[in-house]
C-alpha cells in the first residue's frame, strides 16, 4: 500500500515564528488531507488538498502531486497551534505518523 | 450539532469483558470508518462502510465487528477485551469514499 512520511517529526517554535511541515507519499494521489489534532484529543479538518494551493487565515498548504509532496505553512504561530499535525491520504486511509508541534509563549 | 458523535468518551473496562461503542453522523455521508489510534499517536484505518456495506476491513482481529443499522449509524462491538486493546478509537464518515473525512471526537478506551 501507499507509504506516507512527515517530517519533522517533532519542531518546537516561539510564539510568532512560521513553519513548514512536510508530507511525502510514495504514489500518485489525488486526496490528500491535512488534520490538526489539539491537545484535547480532537482531530481537526485543515485542508483538503489533492493539488494546488489553499489559504485559510495564518495556515495555507500546498500539494505537488506530480512530485509526490504536500506542504503546511504555518505563520505567526500561536500556543494554540501547538499538537499534532496528519497528513492523510484519504483514499487508502493512510495517515502519516504525524508532526508533533509545540509552540512556547 | 455535532457533526460525527461517539459515545462514550471513556470507557474503562475489564479484561475479558464485551463493549460497544457507538457513532452517528448528521451529515449525510453515505461512507463512514473506525480508526484506531495507539499510543504513540499513529492512525490505522480498521473497517470503512458504504450506505451500510462493509468495503474494508484490515487486519482486525474477529473480537471487533462493525455493525451498521442505517448509513448515519456504524457501532463497533469488542468481545472479550485484551490489555492491547487500550487506544482511543474515531469514527469518520465523508460523503463518499474518498472523499475528505470529518471526525468524532473519540472514545478512549482503557483495559484494566
Known amino acids: 500500500g501507499i507509504q506516507v512520511e512527515q517530517s519533522p517529526p517533532d519542531l518546537i517554535l516561539q510564539e510568532g515564528a512560521n513553519s513548514t511541515l512536510r508530507c511525502n507519499f510514495s504514489?500518485?494521489?489525488?486526496?490528500l488531507q491535512w488534520f490538526h489534532q489539539n491537545p484535547w484529543g480532537q482531530l481537526i479538518n485543515l485542508f483538503y488538498?489533492?493539488?494546488g494551493t489553499k489559504q485559510n487565515g495564518r495556515l495555507s498548504a500546498t500539494t505537488v502531486a506530480t512530485e509526490r509532496y504536500s506542504l503546511l505553512y504555518i505563520s505567526s504561530s500561536q500556543t494554540t497551534d501547538s499538537g499534532v499535525y496528519f497528513c492523510?491520504?484519504?483514499?487508502?486511509?493512510?495517515f502519516g505518523a504525524g508532526t508533533r508541534l509545540t509552540v512556547k509563549p | 450539532d455535532t457533526a460525527v458523535s461517539q459515545t462514550p468518551k471513556y470507557l474503562v473496562t475489564q479484561m475479558g469483558n464485551d463493549k460497544s461503542i457507538k457513532c452517528e453522523q448528521n451529515?449525510?455521508?453515505?461512507?463512514m470508518y473506525w480508526y484506531k489510534q495507539d499510543s504513540k499517536k499513529f492512525l490505522k484505518i480498521m473497517f470503512s462502510?458504504?450506505?451500510?456495506?462493509?468495503?474494508i476491513n484490515e487486519t482486525v482481529p474477529n473480537r471487533f465487528s462493525p455493525k451498521s443499522p442505517d448509513k448515519a449509524h456504524l457501532n463497533l462491538h469488542i468481545n472479550s477485551l485484551e490489555l492491547g486493546d487500550s487506544a482511543v478509537y474515531f469514527c469518520?464518515?465523508?460523503?463518499?469514499?474518498?472523499?475528505?473525512?470529518?471526525f468524532g471526537d473519540g472514545t478512549r478506551l482503557s483495559i484494566l
Open positions: 469518520a464518515s465523508s460523503p463518499q469514499y474518498g472523499q475528505p473525512q470529518h
Open positions: 504514489d500518485s494521489v489525488n486526496n
Open positions: 488538498i489533492p493539488s
Open positions: 492523510a491520504v484519504v483514499s487508502d486511509m493512510r
Open positions: 451529515l449525510g455521508h453515505d461512507t
Open positions: 462502510y458504504n450506505n451500510k456495506e462493509l468495503i
